[in-house]
């Protein structure tokens, strides 16, 4: 028998037990012992709830029980959560987390003391809720050298998203369906102002490349500026606008940013809608694979969490080697990357617009007081200094070939 406790009994941390209850028999059979929960850690009582005699307040009741090998930490944030998960792994027990903004600030430390205590601390639910992506990293892509993440890494604002491009439904009522339904996080800023999304490339990006991409390196813009007027262009061109979060290995350089990217129909990641997640990565001699699936919500998350679980209850007293070291990946600058961009600027000056940008293709979405175009591929420096030199740009979205 493996016992386990549950840190946060939120949106998470009940779906962690839901699972395992839902899927006891299953969840047994495939680590090859019976897991248990035996402490839920919260500050609130849960009266009613069915495992509300699990419910303990002091962590230290979880951390001195030689009898809890696993712990869950489905706190979200940075403290206590740290505090209590390296002290987990300090005591030999190994920690599964969903959460991603622990991972991207302290994962390889915390990598580093479940190294050093025969431990481990797994994180698959920390990117694309409950989508398969950092085992296959880890244990499937192995021999490949990483050369693009490309992902849709979160699931609120690609609701959002969605939502506005088929129904053109107004930005803060759709944020408040994809809260009801526990897709966002506490402080929806994260979400919407791409904060979450970089995270999660910064951990991919950490795990393809072997050394640590520091979220706070990465360029990131959100998707707070996007309007519905921009679809309506987009509809011209039969493309759609996701928000992306990529990495890039060229030229020996690595480059990775989150921004709101046009892409058209003919990307794979086009059709991937509502809370769903993708991610593709492409490896040196594979090529492209695609990773999809639930990227938030209790149960997807959750599930992903148990998966961690029945691999620590395969692997007691082992470490699970990661591919993460603390030494710091320095990443290049956005400023050379070359790219075409989506520009709507002031006023319906053609000429203007084109003595600005140089040769452009004009898009058409019957607005008088506005022109749309998409710029020849240029550096994002020179797309600066030319948007700066107009001094009419309402809004730009780089365009994914
Ligand atoms: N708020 C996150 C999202 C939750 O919407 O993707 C999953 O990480």
Same mark, same amino acid.
């Given at each position: 028998?493996?016992?386990? @406790? =549950?840190? #946060?009994?939120?949106?998470?941390?009940?779906?962690?037990?839901? =699972?395992?209850?839902?899927?006891?028999?299953?969840? !047994?059979?495939?680590?090859?012992?019976?897991?248990? =929960?035996?402490?839920?850690?919260?500050?609130?009582?849960?009266?009613?709830?069915?495992?509300?005699?699990?419910?303990?307040?002091?962590?230290?009741?979880?951390?001195?029980?030689?009898?809890?090998?696993?712990?869950?930490? @489905?706190? *979200?944030?940075?403290?206590?959560?740290?505090?209590?998960?390296?002290?987990?792994?300090?005591?030999?027990?190994?920690?599964?987390?969903?959460?991603?903004?622990?991972?991207?600030?302290?994962?390889?430390?915390?990598?580093?003391?479940?190294?050093?205590?025969?431990?481990?601390?797994?994180?698959?639910?920390?990117?694309?809720?409950?989508?398969?992506?950092?085992?296959?990293?880890?244990?499937?892509?192995?021999?490949?050298?990483?050369?693009?993440?490309?992902?849709?890494? !979160?699931? &609120?604002?690609?609701?959002?998203? &969605?939502?506005?491009?088929?129904?053109?439904?107004?930005? %803060?009522?759709?944020?408040?369906?994809?809260?009801?339904?526990?897709?966002?996080?506490?402080?929806?800023?994260?979400?919407?102002?791409?904060?979450?999304?970089?995270?999660?490339?910064?951990?991919?990006? %950490?795990?393809?490349?072997?050394?640590?991409?520091? /979220?706070?390196?990465?360029?990131?813009?959100?998707?707070?500026?996007?309007?519905?007027?921009?679809?309506?262009?987009?509809?011209?061109?039969?493309?759609?606008?996701?928000?992306?979060?990529?990495?890039?290995?060229?030229? #020996?350089?690595? +480059?990775?940013?989150?921004?709101?990217? =046009?892409?058209?129909?003919?990307?794979?990641?086009?059709?991937?809608?509502?809370?769903?997640? @993708?991610?593709?990565?492409?490896?040196?001699?594979? *090529?492209?694979?695609?990773?999809?699936?639930?990227?938030?919500?209790?149960?997807?998350?959750? %599930?992903?969490?148990?998966?961690?679980?029945?691999?620590?209850?395969?692997?007691?007293?082992?470490?699970? /080697?990661?591919?993460?070291?603390?030494?710091?990946?320095?990443?290049?600058?956005?400023?050379?990357?070359?790219?075409? /961009?989506?520009?709507?600027?002031?006023?319906?000056?053609?000429?203007?617009?084109?003595?600005?940008?140089?040769?452009?293709?004009?898009?058409?979405?019957? +607005?008088?007081?506005?022109?749309?175009?998409?710029?020849?591929? $240029?550096?994002?420096?020179?797309?600066?200094?030319?948007?700066?030199?107009?001094?009419?740009?309402?809004? $730009?979205?780089?365009?994914?070939?």
């Amino acid at each position: 028998m493996v016992k386990t @406790a =549950v840190l #946060g009994y939120g949106t998470v941390g009940s779906g962690i037990v839901e =699972v395992i209850k839902t899927n006891q028999e299953m969840v !047994n059979k495939k680590a090859g012992v019976d897991i248990d =929960v035996k402490y839920i850690l919260d500050l609130r009582d849960f009266p009613g709830d069915p495992y509300e005699n699990l419910v303990v307040h002091d962590v230290e009741a979880i951390l001195n029980d030689e009898e809890v090998s696993i712990v869950c930490e @489905a706190m *979200g944030g940075i403290e206590p959560a740290y505090t209590f998960s390296k002290r987990a792994l300090m005591a030999g027990k190994s920690v599964c987390t969903s959460n991603k903004e622990l991972v991207a600030k302290h994962g390889p430390e915390l990598i580093q003391i479940a190294r050093e205590n025969n431990c481990n601390y797994l994180f698959e639910a920390s990117v694309g809720g409950g989508i398969p992506i950092i085992r296959p990293i880890n244990s499937s892509l192995t021999p490949e050298r990483i050369e693009a993440i490309t992902g849709i890494l !979160n699931g &609120t604002t690609n609701y959002i998203l &969605t939502k506005m491009e088929r129904e053109g439904s107004d930005f %803060s009522e759709v944020l408040k369906e994809a809260q009801e339904k526990g897709y966002a996080e506490r402080n929806p800023e994260a979400d919407v102002e791409g904060y979450d999304a970089c995270r999660k490339i910064a951990i991919l990006s %950490s795990l393809v490349y072997g050394k640590t991409v520091n /979220f706070e390196d990465i360029y990131t813009e959100g998707i707070t500026k996007i309007s519905t007027r921009d679809f309506a262009y987009m509809k011209q061109i039969d493309s759609t606008i996701k928000l992306l979060g990529m990495s890039r290995y060229v030229d #020996g350089k690595y +480059f990775a940013m989150v921004a709101p990217f =046009v892409i058209g129909r003919d990307n794979a990641l086009y059709s991937v809608n509502d809370v769903f997640n @993708a991610i593709l990565v492409k490896g040196n001699t594979l *090529g492209e694979t695609m990773y999809y699936g639930k990227g938030a919500g209790k149960l997807p998350t959750a %599930s992903a969490v148990v998966s961690d679980v029945i691999d620590c209850a395969k692997h007691v007293g082992k470490n699970i /080697f990661c591919f993460w070291d603390p030494e710091k990946l320095q990443l290049a600058g956005i400023e050379d990357a070359k790219r075409r /961009f989506f520009v709507r600027v002031e006023g319906s000056d053609k000429a203007k617009a084109e003595a600005a940008f140089g040769k452009v293709s004009f898009l058409d979405a019957g +607005f008088s007081d506005e022109t749309g175009f998409i710029t020849e591929v $240029m550096s994002e420096k020179e797309y600066k200094e030319k948007a700066e030199a107009a001094g009419n740009v309402i809004s $730009m979205i780089r365009v994914e070939e």
